[in-house]
Each structure stands twice: as C-alpha cells, then as structure tokens.
C-alpha cells in the first residue's frame, strides 16, 4: 500500500514532441505528489509538485495531471528538447509525513 | 548561497573497513535526510535527523549503520564493516521544515572492492 509504481522504465522521444510519464500508487492518505529530476552524476531537484485539490498544474513545458479517482498522475513535458534528457522520479507522501515514498524513475532521452 | 554539500564525492574501500559520509545542509536548514541509491534504482529514505537528534531511523539497517548530526558541524553516516553489497550511491537532502522542499546534495558514491 506504499507503494508508488511508475511506467515506463525508459522513454524515448523526438525533440519537439511530448513526454508522458505516470505513476500510480494505492494509499489514499497520500496529499503531496512531486516530481523530480536527476542529471546523472547529480542529486535530484524538484522539479514541479502537485496536491490532490487540483487536477492539473503547468509550470512552463511541464504538466502534472493527477487523477484522484484513479490514483494516478502524470508528468507531461511538452516541446521536449535534449536537455531535458535525465532520470525522472515521481513520488508521494502525507503531509504529517515527511517520508517520501519513491517510484522507481523513468530514464528520458531526447533524440535530436 | 551554498547548496547541500556531501563529501566525499567518491569513496573505494574494502570488505570490512568503515565509510564515514559526510553532509553539510543548506544555510537555515536544520532537517537532514539521508537516501541510498542503487544503480537504475529509485531512492530508499535512510534516515532523518534534526540537530542532535535521531527522528526516525527505520529506513536503516539495524546493524553496522549509524548517522548522527552533531550541534556543530556535519551529518555524518557511518557505515562499519561494510560489504559489497553497501556499494551504492548515497544522497543527502536538508529542508527548513519537516514538511518543506528537499535539496539534495551531489551524493557519495561508495565502492566495496
């Protein structure tokens, strides 16, 4: 039940199309949904984060659409280009919680 | 403004020495996280520490792993006797708040040859 799975393991897109990466996860007590980038060599940063109130938040080329009924969410990148090549994890967690549950990344790839 | 600062960035030692990690956090931040990382893999919580005090552990192996994070100084995770299977990437993020925003540092890349 604490679990967060994220599909797909790998990803690979053309330069100016979209990204779609999604999770899924099971404990309804989860309120605080964040996604995070990893460059190899580097620690993750946060790169956009979503709460259950809203079913979407953009912030530039990056989406989150979060589904509550189905306990699903999503990053979108949209205009994709090689520099957003790099590791995404999605995660969750309650907000009495500080403990992040992890899924398990997806690697993305931009071909030029 | 510093981020987090983990040293060192790459430690080789061998079956049954000690690792000792270390983690500076962010200026004003006082919350310390420390996460492994294997190769392809998502990020395991470790520990979470304020000044001088453990707030939750459970993410750690009982035995040869310990962390602590003094009133002056860095966090350190220590890591006794280790074997091949410790090899991992081990990452550190502070907060100014339980609830707040991780920063997380560059990581300690450790290998048990």
């Known amino acids: 039940q604490q679990q967060v799975k994220q599909s797909p393991q790998s990803l690979i897109v053309q330069k100016g199309g979209i990204s779609i990466i999604n999770c899924a996860y099971e404990?309804?007590?989860?309120?605080?949904f964040p996604w995070y980038q990893q460059f190899p060599g580097k620690g993750p940063a946060l790169l956009i984060a979503i709460r259950p109130d809203v079913s979407e938040k953009k912030e530039g080329r990056f989406t989150i659409s979060f589904n509550k009924s189905a306990k699903q969410f999503s990053l979108h990148i949209m205009d994709s280009q090689p520099g957003d090549s790099a590791t995404y994890f999605c995660?969750?967690?309650?907000?009495?919680?500080?403990?992040?549950?992890w899924g398990a990344g997806t690697k993305l790839i931009i071909k030029p | 403004n510093a981020g987090v600062m983990q040293n060192p960035r790459h430690l080789v030692r061998r079956r049954g020495q000690e690792a000792r990690l270390r983690c500076s956090p962010m200026?004003?931040?006082?919350?310390v996280y420390w996460y492994r990382q294997l190769p392809e893999e998502g990020l395991k919580f470790m520990v979470y520490?304020?000044?001088?005090?453990?707030?939750?552990e459970s993410g750690m192996p009982k035995e040869r792993f310990s962390a602590e994070f003094p009133k002056e100084g860095p966090s350190i995770l220590r890591i006794q006797q280790v074997v091949r299977g410790d090899s991992a990437a081990y990452f550190c993020a502070s907060s100014g708040s339980y609830t707040g925003e991780l920063f997380f540092g560059e990581g300690s890349r450790l290998t048990v040859l």
């Open positions: 995660a969750a967690s309650m907000d009495s919680n500080y403990q992040l549950i």
């Open positions: 520490l304020q000044k001088e005090n453990i707030i939750d």
């Open positions: 404990n309804t007590a989860f309120d605080y």
């Open positions: 200026k004003g931040h006082s919350h």
